[in-house]
């Protein structure tokens, strides 16, 4: 286990790493004195995670954790895998609004939408747990960003698992009628990823046309920022090209790698600008990006030039707070949604003499502007929020007044200077 060498080495790293001197206001030398003995004296892998975890949470920012290692090595078939990479699913989203755990989206062709489950139907009951016993842990949370984060990661625990296997999930429909479903849990699509030492996951990106009044729009999802994807993203943009305007929607996007914000963001910008600047302890960096003036069919193009509408929710984390706050920040787009987790640091992560991950960040990231999307996140231009009567109705308000806005906007200027937000 060697609590020593593995409390030793994290505090070390942190020590060496982190880009504030100060320690965010901790005493970090102090820290390790008063932690150290109880690292020495843990007696289980978790006693001695206890102690990891109350070292790195003192610092009250994002992007610190430590990872066990029987979860960074699981493979994405594995029934034990953590949020985001298990194997099984049922095919619904759902998101916390309005006091009510909701369906927000039924996958065609899943076990859900074969079971008849429809949007703007509740969650009540998973398995043997109630939503409300689920929820019962986080009494008192202030932060409703917080509470959506946490309702969802307690409903995926209970949704997936390994394939072939069931739960039974009991919720209420429009009518406010108890509905009961026993779901199988089918394979999860998409592309299996394993970078560094983070946990395996599946990444996946689709996109369509919707006509509106006449006028083109595009619409690019993706749940990850991860290099396998840029190719998939390309081809999409080829296709669209030619739309009047342009939708990407990352709600429930985790984040993945800070990079990936500069070459996408290249499709929209028609000079090399920063979508904003990292700096850690030795140095700062721009993140800049270069306008992509070559397709995949490696012919000369123009980059995208009509109006481009971001929709962000709380579930929109890290890199995907990176982009949507500095093109925000640029005046290249107009966000759509709900206020974003605040979780933008850049982060590393590093294996442990006992076997663990610590992910650690390295760095302050702040937008053009100046201004941290760390704490307070992403604040749409337009708040929409997921509405239980819209979904009932079929419609997805954020991603429809998104895709209305981009059919009629008018072509905006060249991005040449981030505007100041308050």
Same mark, same amino acid.
């Given at each position: 286990m060697l609590p020593l060498a593995t409390f030793d080495t994290a505090w070390s790293i942190i020590a060496r790493t982190h880009w504030d001197t100060t320690y965010n206001g901790v005493n970090w030398t102090a820290l390790r004195d008063s932690l150290r003995p109880r690292a020495a004296a843990a007696a289980t892998q978790g006693e001695l995670r206890a102690v990891l975890q109350a070292m790195v949470g003192s610092l009250r920012q994002s992007h610190f954790d430590i990872i066990p290692a029987e979860v960074s090595d699981v493979a994405v078939g594995g029934a034990e895998a953590v949020e985001g990479s298990r194997a099984g699913q049922v095919g619904l989203t759902t998101r916390w609004s309005e006091g009510l755990l909701l369906v927000t989206d039924v996958e065609a062709g899943s076990p859900a939408a074969r079971a008849g489950v429809q949007a703007g139907w509740t969650v009540e009951q998973i398995g043997a747990d109630t939503v409300a016993a689920r929820l019962a842990r986080l009494a008192g949370s202030t932060d409703p960003r917080r509470l959506a984060l946490s309702a969802y990661r307690l409903a995926e625990g209970g949704l997936r698992g390994a394939p072939g296997t069931s739960v039974t999930v009991r919720f209420r429909d429009g009518a406010e009628q108890a509905q009961v479903r026993t779901l199988d849990r089918a394979p999860i699509g998409g592309t299996e990823v394993k970078y560094g030492n983070l946990p395996p996951q599946l990444a996946d990106l689709s996109w369509e046309r919707r006509t509106i009044d006449g006028r083109r729009v595009g619409v690019i999802r993706f749940n990850i920022w991860m290099p396998v994807l840029g190719r998939a993203f390309d081809v999409a943009m080829d296709s669209l090209r030619d739309s009047d305007g342009l939708v990407i929607d990352i709600r429930g996007n985790f984040g993945g790698v800070a990079g990936m914000a500069m070459g996408i963001g290249g499709h929209m910008v028609d000079s090399a600008v920063p979508v904003g600047i990292m700096t850690t302890r030795a140095q700062s960096m721009?993140?800049?990006?270069? @306008? #992509? #003036? /070559?397709n995949t069919a490696n012919e000369r193009v123009a980059p995208f030039g009509g109006p481009v509408a971001l929709v962000v929710d709380a579930l929109s984390v890290s890199t995907s707070e990176i982009f949507a706050g500095g093109l925000q920040d640029l005046s290249r787009v107009r966000v759509f949604g709900e206020q974003t987790a605040g979780q933008a640091l850049p982060a590393v992560a590093e294996r442990l003499p006992n076997g663990d991950i610590l992910y650690h960040a390295i760095a302050d990231f702040r937008g053009p502007s100046g201004r941290s999307m760390e704490g307070d996140g992403v604040? @749409?231009?337009? /708040? /929409? #929020? @997921? &509405? #239980? &009567? &819209?979904?009932?109705r079929g419609e997805d308000p954020a991603l429809d007044r998104a895709a209305a806005w981009a059919a009629t906007a008018p072509t905006p200027g060249p991005v040449t200077r981030p505007r100041v937000l308050p």
């Open positions: 721009k993140f800049t990006m270069n @306008p #992509r #003036r /070559v604040i @749409p231009d337009e /708040v /929409v #929020r @997921p &509405a #239980r &009567a &819209a979904l009932l």
